[in-house]
């Protein structure tokens, strides 16, 4: 990137910055600013709005990640109307971004190719609305334009929201012809229970509880996220022993969500044993993370200040000799999969997310680790344990459903290998230190890299120290067009081991 | 095929014996029944500032409920609604002389939502279940999960029933793929302003005679979400509740509990 400091701020994660000393550009140089960082294979991390101080201006900040030289840098500029030119048409990642501007704002980004609600709700902005829609009037949700194909032989399959299995909603449109599949729109917005706006005001008693609920099968990743975005606002380091059992927790999560991934897989193409055994090996690796805090979710363990509970040595021996056993058994279970050729002829060629588009949309995570890109907070944008401790990224290189589950196998092996690892040597010492107050008039930007990828937190504080916003990005929010992208010209019945192969949240992306 | 054959061995038969045999074990520390010592209690209102839910109500006298009442008499009233409660345990910290403390019981469903109440360390489990439900569910009981603005943990730990461990179909209960199928609701989710109308209109496809039950804290009273105004504090709120099934989440031993006591089995 070619910006100079007096365009963009360099900060580091799990890092403030003080509000003032973020550089304000125009609009115009915003906009290239965002778009040669995009080209040169920096990514939109989180593109988000907020008030101005000047009534009725609107502040739009951009945290863009510069993998290369492991730095974040904040880039903003203030809109006075009720308008901007969208960047979408150059800068394709920030599609959503822009139309949750758009939503929460009233901000019309002019020129945006698709621009429809995210979670289909009033704006935030009494009497400021995107679409002129009449104020008071309800708003109800999957509505409006979709995109359609039409011909002899197209045809509109409609699901949702009400799904036929135990799974969150959402509202999916196939435009076929015959079993092929043109275009997939995905219309989300369903779980959508305010949190990013009950942040606001914060911290209060159930902050915590917000970001451990954002995404329940991510309770640790967004818990740690937060924070972390606390620490940094009132300059509390946690102890190494709390970092540490943070990082395990972290692991503990993606390990029996990858398992479960495996497992659903395998039903999804009838291969019976790796579906049973993985379903069963999953609730072993959650009963671990019960194992330190009581709850299979890690409710309770990851919070500001350090983790919620320790783990004395018998408990640690414990845990060490149940990963040994429970590596067994998914090793047993998930090779099964390499070996069957009916389950490979299922995986292999199905679902492709080509490298280019991945890095297009912005894909974060094991969806784009799968398509080639060596793409990982762990190892980019290190915070926590990490700094100390790194993890080998996975990779592979044939970006379809194969390489999906493929590099999830890969993780697994790292993850146990990192967690019995970090069990063994425990730093001694505390596990929470009392946070304090949050530093007045700051930004603060948190990421974790999740089992979906990549969560970005970003803090705000008005000047007695509340939150006056807080921004939320779970990785889903970037994945769910991959999704979409990777069903272009495939058979509609491959739609259940795609989609399985991304499982995104919904409740991550509706908020 | 020999190595799956070779897998079967090594995965074992797994399904518990359970509710005929020993339940699996759960983890010490295990957040389950809470108990209310009332004895122990000394009105200082703590549990009651702590709690992010307002759960906790504690009485001194004539005291309205959930003010930190002066201390003195000792007619004190502490009660813990499990259907607001997500089990966070920040009341159990606050309490320096253990009035509230969290127990090891998984069994924490109940029919009716006064049921839910924790008032004393006296008291009974709340009364069977209803009887009607067992006449005509207690053999084969089809449900239809409506997930509606929740946090997804509920239906992943429902989810869970359905692996070799649990498998709920032993006990004749199967999720289903329409409502039509299906003779009732299994809610999770706070029940979403955008998923009211899909949640009305899942529950008019369920013939009668019908049930509905909601799974966790945000379908009994909205969870951490009660009170957003994108959010309808609950299923009772759009459709009659049946069994109410506490927890944030429950854990599957608590659901599969509160299933088999609602049609009987145990």
Same mark, same amino acid.
Request: charged letters at 30%.
């Given at each position: 990137m070619t910006a100079s400091s007096s365009e963009l701020l360099a900060m580091s994660n799990g890092q403030a910055v003080d509000l003032s000393a973020i550089p304000q550009v125009p609009l115009a140089k915003f906009t290239r600013l965002i778009v040669q960082a995009a080209a040169s294979g920096h990514r939109v991390s989180a593109m988000f709005a907020d008030d101005a101080i000047d009534a009725g201006a609107t502040d739009l900040y951009a945290i863009l990640a510069d993998d290369g030289e492991n730095r974040l840098h904040v880039a903003r500029t203030t809109i006075d109307g009720d308008r901007f030119e969208s960047l979408t048409p150059q800068c394709p990642q920030v599609h959503l971004f822009e139309r949750e501007i758009a939503e929460q704002f009233g901000l019309l980004p002019e020129n945006h190719p698709w621009l429809k609600p995210v979670r289909y709700r009033a704006s935030w902005?009494?009497?400021?609305?995107a679409w002129e829609r009449p104020a008071g009037q309800p708003i109800e949700p999957g509505t409006g334009d979709f995109y359609r194909v039409a011909g002899e032989q197209v045809h509109e399959v409609s699901v949702g929201p009400v799904h036929a299995g135990v799974i969150e909603p959402g509202h999916f449109r196939f435009q076929c012809h015959g079993e092929e599949v043109f275009h997939l729109e995905i219309a989300l917005g369903y779980q959508h229970r305010g949190v990013e706006e009950a942040m606001i005001g914060g911290p209060g008693p159930r902050s915590v509880h917000y970001a451990e609920t954002l995404a329940g099968d991510t309770t640790i990743g967004h818990a740690t996220a937060y924070a972390q975005v606390i620490e940094a606002l009132n300059h509390c380091t946690p102890p190494a022993r709390a970092q540490a059992i943070r990082g395990i927790a972290l692991e503990l999560e993606r390990l029996a969500n990858h398992i479960g991934d495996l497992g659903a897989l395998a039903m999804d193409v009838g291969f019976l044993p790796t579906s049973a055994y993985c379903g069963r090996i999953r609730g072993d690796f959650l009963n671990l993370t019960a194992q330190f805090c009581g709850n299979r979710f890690g409710r309770g363990l990851a919070l500001p200040g350090g983790v919620g509970f320790d783990a004395e040595p018998a408990r640690i021996a414990d845990m060490l000799a149940r990963l040994d056993v429970h590596e067994r058994d998914v090793g047993n279970a998930v090779n099964l999969l390499w070996e069957a050729p009916s389950v490979m002829a299922r995986f292999e060629d199905i679902g492709p997310l080509p490298t280019e588009i991945c890095r297009q949309l912005g894909i974060v995570g094991p969806a784009a680790r799968a398509s080639g890109i060596n793409r990982d907070v762990r190892q980019d944008q290190p915070s926590g344990i990490f700094r100390f401790v790194q993890i080998p990224v996975s990779t592979w290189e044939s970006c379809d459903v194969f390489a999906r589950a493929y590099v999830r196998w890969l993780e697994i092996q790292q993850s146990i290998e990192f967690v019995r690892e970090q069990l063994q040597s425990l730093p001694d010492g505390e596990v929470r230190v009392a946070p304090g107050e949050l530093a007045p008039d700051r930004l603060a930007v948190a990421m974790v890299e999740g089992w979906r990828g990549e969560i970005c937190h970003v803090g705000i504080t008005d000047h007695l120290g509340g939150f006056s916003r807080y921004k939320i990005v779970d990785s889903s929010f970037h994945n769910w067009s991959g999704l979409a992208h990777a069903l272009r010209n495939q058979q509609i019945s491959d739609f259940p081991i795609c989609n399985k192969s991304f499982n995104l949240s919904y409740c991550g992306h509706d908020l | 095929m020999l190595d799956i054959l070779q897998a079967r061995i090594q995965q074992k038969h797994r399904t518990m014996l359970w509710p005929d045999g020993p339940a699996p074990a759960l983890p010490d520390r295990f957040a389950g029944r809470p108990r209310m010592d009332c004895a122990a209690c000394?009105?200082?209102?703590k549990c009651v500032a702590a709690c992010p839910v307002d759960a906790i109500t504690c009485r001194n006298g004539s005291g309205d409920d959930g003010a930190p009442p002066s201390s003195g008499t000792r007619t004190i009233e502490l009660a813990l609604d499990l259907g607001k409660c997500i089990f966070c345990r920040a009341c159990e910290r606050a309490c320096e002389r253990k009035a509230v403390t969290f127990g090891a019981d998984f069994h924490l469903a109940a029919s009716t939502r006064e049921a839910l109440i924790v008032r004393d360390a006296a008291e009974k489990f709340p009364p069977a279940l209803v009887e009607k439900a067992r006449e005509y569910f207690g053999r084969s009981l089809k449900l239809r999960q409506v997930s509606a603005g929740g946090c997804n943990a509920c239906e992943a730990d429902t989810n869970v029933l359905g692996t070799v461990a649990w498998?709920?179909?032993?006990?004749g209960i199967q999720f289903v793929a329409s409502p039509r199928h299906a003779d009732g609701l299994l809610i999770t989710g706070a029940v979403s302003a955008n998923m009211r109308l899909a949640l009305e209109k899942t529950y008019a496809a369920v013939a009668a005679p019908k049930i509905v039950i909601a799974c966790g804290a945000c379908a009994i009273a909205? $969870?951490?979400?009660? $009170?957003?105004?994108?959010?309808?504090? $609950?299923?009772a709120s759009v459709v009659p509740v049946d069994l109410y099934i506490p927890g944030c989440p429950p854990h599957p031993l608590t659901i599969l509990d509160g299933l088999l006591r609602f049609i009987g089995r145990i």
């Open positions: 902005r009494e009497g400021r609305d | 000394d009105a200082c209102g498998d709920l179909g032993r006990f909205g $969870g951490p979400y009660a $009170g957003h105004p994108e959010i309808h504090n $609950g299923a």
